[in-house]
């Protein structure tokens, strides 16, 4: 698939074509690795909490009957796998869009069932604007934690739950199927997920999660791509041998059916650093549904299927080139703060800005980019410029505003002001060797007119005084990938940074606990400018088409930069600052770039 | 409503009916029940053993609303506390009404609902917090008290409050959307203070009910748990009324204006 996920159109299939389609599912998944007969033969009764009571019987390694909840006899097909003590099965029930998926655990006789549907006709709050209809195509899921009844023996008090135990854990999966992923658990309700076989290019996904606790050494997992194809994938995991078991059941971007079981074999490949509090263990889960119950109250209920999805696409307003274009003459702010403490700019991405810097006031230079512009500036002072491209003789004033983002390296930023659509460029200049780097933005794309698009160029600044580089440049890098940041813009915002891929990135929003909650990721670059010192930029593509570009500076923990996007409120290029903790970094570079291990293997 | 002066150890005026309850702290309750009538100097010496009755009658049933009273206060900071804010609007009068940061908010259905249901619950405000370092109540301000008037059908009350307020950021930032949506991107600050509050009887079951709450607040300052130091903030008050403000309050009140000006 070359067409990026965010991007691809997925087709709006209809009840009645799901169902049709569903059809061979009743027959049982399909598998590579042979189904196990682990139940043939048997029975079982499975008590859940809050669910069904689910009454099977296993006819042979591909033939179950149920009876749910005291019903009629259910005949369906099935399969089944194992992974030491633990037994999962899954099956549709025919005649219906529904199906079961039992991962049983034969040591403790505790299981987690994961009830799956299509076409759940529901609808979901947005994040502005009406709610959404979810997709008759997207897999609904609700999970029930119970056991197997044994006669003579008593209910288990405490059953499987949901976990905190996996935040932060990355791994390399290859099933069966020959379908590699990389996958990094970095929250405890989502996933981001690169499809390193499936996709053509190095970019990562997120989806909605749950994960389940068996024990110190065993989860399970689900997530549903929701937004995209609304597929499902299901597993067991057993971290001490990397293996898993597992399951996927949806329609890909073909509109074809898929529903296997699979088997895996993973490799932890590292652990981004938790920041909940050191007494969770993972025993109980902060999901973020507003405040907690009162202690003499049980929890609220939530209405079956309820998962936490962020979908930026669906609530995202999309605007014309012409809209933008009438907006940005009427309203374009370019730094409203007050240019002498930029830390009390009202807003919460700026509260952590470093101070302005006045190391180009009084200068005059040329940016000279290969294989792009060429600029001239005159610099009046910390706040002002003049500017042109070479060869014109009309200076055009603009406000700016610089960072010092490390010793005499200098990251600044400007509207190019009556250009449409609108523009802002975003300069590194070293001024001890005179390599720049510029990011060249525009709003509009050629998805939206209101999501930013941008270029980086690479080149030399000419300066009296500076001896600039002939050959020498800054270039783009993936030194930062696979690591995860705190970004503290300010007392009220803490996001995490996950460099996923050397062209995307994920944020993940920290909950009041320091839990991670909700994110969302898209394509991003990355450039180098000296060791330890980059540029990260971002556009929220196919999301609320925002940048942000920033430095991000190792020594000092610190990400100064710029905010640019287009919208109904104007046009706005303001300044960004946050503060960052280092919470790791997954070892994952070996899986991207041209010469990836996976390739051609 | 009638004010009267007196502490928990003065006796009042047995022959008088026409008095108000004050009590400074429980503690006079269990002074009351520890006095027998007959101990008293001039028990049925002056009024008679029935003036007795009556008066020690009178003093119990106003030391019981007192008590209530009390009651509806912990059950109406407990329920802040959880967030039970469907819980704290059922402890108001119809007429009821809460002035807060400068607004006014009107009838339990209405701006009281609108306040605690809205405005608190998408900030989680109400929440207990310890006083922010450097900025305790002072003892004066830690004193409750409890008035009834004399017809038992009406009270005024007053009580110190620490808690944590809110405020949800508001911005075009997909980082505080998302937030918002796991019940975070909220603006928290502490305020410390007093309830000034008055209470009715309710008609209809006889108990009290929360007629009116005035959030006296003494200071604001920025401070959370972890932190290590806490500084005095201003917040804005309410600017614009409902439904210009959609969880705004019907009027703004210019006494709380002036006080936060002052």
């Known amino acids: ?601 | 409503m009638s004010k009267s002066t007196s502490n928990s150890n003065e006796r009042p005026n047995a022959g008088r009916r026409s008095f108000i309850w004050k009590a400074g702290a429980a503690a006079s309750a269990v002074l009351a029940a520890s006095v027998p009538a007959m101990s008293m100097p001039n028990a049925g010496r002056n009024n008679g053993l029935k003036g007795e009755v009556d008066r020690l009658s009178a003093k119990l049933e106003s030391l019981e609303d007192q008590n209530e009273i009390r009651e509806l206060n912990r059950a109406f900071e407990s329920f802040l506390d959880n967030g039970r804010y469907e819980n704290v609007v059922e402890l108001f009068s119809a007429d009821g009404e809460v002035i807060f940061n400068g607004g006014i908010f009107k009838g339990k259905d209405k701006g009281v609902r609108r306040l605690f249901c809205e405005y608190f619950s998408a900030g989680e405000t109400g929440k207990k917090v310890v006083p922010a370092p450097g900025f305790e109540h002072e003892n004066e301000l830690l004193q409750e008290s409890v008035e009834i008037s004399m017809d038992r059908g009406a009270a005024s009350g007053r009580f110190p409050f620490s808690i944590q307020v809110g405020m949800p950021i508001v911005s075009d930032s997909v980082l505080v959307k998302m937030a918002r949506l796991q019940g975070g991107g909220i603006m928290k600050w502490w305020e410390g203070g007093v309830y000034e509050m008055s209470y009715v009887k309710d008609d209809g079951d006889s108990r009290w009910k929360i007629k009116s709450i005035d959030f006296q607040t003494v200071v604001k300052a920025d401070y959370r748990p972890g932190r290590s130091y806490a500084k005095q903030i201003d917040i804005p008050l309410f600017s614009k009324v409902y439904p210009d403000d959609p969880s705004g309050p019907d009027r703004l009140s210019r006494s709380a204006r002036r006080s936060e000006k002052a």
């Open chain 1, 1 to 601: 698939m070359n067409i990026p996920m965010h991007r691809f159109k997925y087709t709006k299939l209809t009840k009645d074509e799901i169902g049709k389609k569903l059809k061979p599912t009743y027959d049982g998944p399909e598998s590579v690795s042979e189904l196990s007969d682990a139940l043939s033969g048997k029975s079982l009764k499975i008590v859940t909490k809050e669910g069904p009571v689910l009454e099977y019987t296993f006819k042979s390694k591909n033939e179950l009957t149920l009876v749910e909840d005291g019903g009629s006899k259910i005949k369906s097909g099935y399969g089944a796998l194992t992974l030491k003590q633990m037994v999962f099965f899954s099956h549709m029930i025919p005649g219906t869009q529904k199906g079961y998926n039992v991962f049983a655990d034969l040591d403790t006789d505790l299981v987690t069932v994961i009830e799956v549907w299509f076409s759940s006709d529901t609808k979901e709050n947005a994040m502005m604007g009406p709610p959404i209809e979810i997709d008759a195509r997207e897999v609904q899921r609700q999970i029930y934690y119970g056991y197997i009844e044994t006669a003579g023996k008593e209910a288990p008090e405490k059953l499987h739950h949901l976990t905190n135990r996996i935040e932060g854990k990355g791994m390399y999966w290859k099933q069966d199927t020959g379908v590699e992923t990389l996958e990094f658990y970095a929250s405890v309700m989502s996933t981001n997920f690169v499809e390193l076989t499936r996709h053509v290019d190095d970019l990562s996904y997120c989806a909605p999660t749950d994960y389940v606790l068996i024990n110190d050494n065993m989860f399970v997992y689900d997530r549903t791509e929701c937004e995209f194809s609304g597929i499902m994938t299901m597993y067991a995991v057993d971290l001490f041998t990397q293996s898993q078991i597992g399951m996927r059941l949806g329609f890909n971007e073909k509109d074809k059916l898929e529903y296997y079981m699979f088997r895996g074999k993973g490799k932890v490949v590292g652990h981004l650093t938790a920041l909940e509090p050191f007494d969770e263990h993972g025993e109980t889960l902060n999901m973020g549904f507003g405040p907690a119950p009162a202690s003499d109250q049980p929890p609220p209920k939530a209405p079956k299927g309820q998962r936490r999805a962020y979908r930026p696409a669906r609530s995202y307003e999309n605007m014309t080139a012409e809209e933008i274009n009438r907006i940005a003459e009427k309203n374009t702010i370019t730094f409203t703060d007050n240019p002498n403490t930029p830390q009390a700019q009202a807003g919460m991405m700026s509260g952590n800005t470093l101070p302005y810097s006045e190391l180009l006031a009084g200068k005059e230079f040329t940016l000279r980019y290969d294989h792009g512009p060429v600029y001239n500036y005159k610099v009046s002072d910390a706040y002002n410029l003049e500017w042109k491209k070479e060869g014109e003789s009309k200076w055009r004033k603009e406000t700016y505003r610089a960072f010092e983002a490390d010793e005499k390296l200098l990251f600044f930023a400007h509207m190019h002001t009556g250009a449409k659509p609108p523009v802002s460029v975003k300069i590194a200049l070293d001024l001890t060797n005179g390599l720049t780097t510029c990011i060249y933005s525009k709003v509009g794309s050629e998805y939206y007119g209101n999501e930013v698009t941008y270029e980086a160029f690479f080149g030399v600044a000419e300066m009296e005084g500076l001896e600039s580089a002939k050959y020498l440049r800054h270039e783009f890098t993936d030194e930062l990938v696979g690591r995860g940041f705190t970004r503290t813009y300010s007392d009220n915002m803490t996001s995490m940074h996950l460099y996923t891929t050397p062209h995307s990135s994920a944020w993940t929003i920290y909950m009041p606990d320091q839990t991670l909650g909700m994110q969302w990721c898209a394509p991003a670059l990355y450039v180098k400018l000296r060791e330890g010192v980059y540029i990260f930029d971002l556009v929220e593509e196919a999301c609320n088409g925002a940048e942000t570009c920033i430095i991000e500076n190792d020594k000092t923990m610190h990400a100064s930069g710029f905010g640019f996007h287009g919208g109904k409120d104007g046009i706005n290029l303001g300044v960004i600052g946050a503060i960052a903790r280092d919470l790791g970094q997954y070892k994952v570079k070996e899986y991207f770039g041209p010469h990836a291990r996976r390739k051609g293997e």
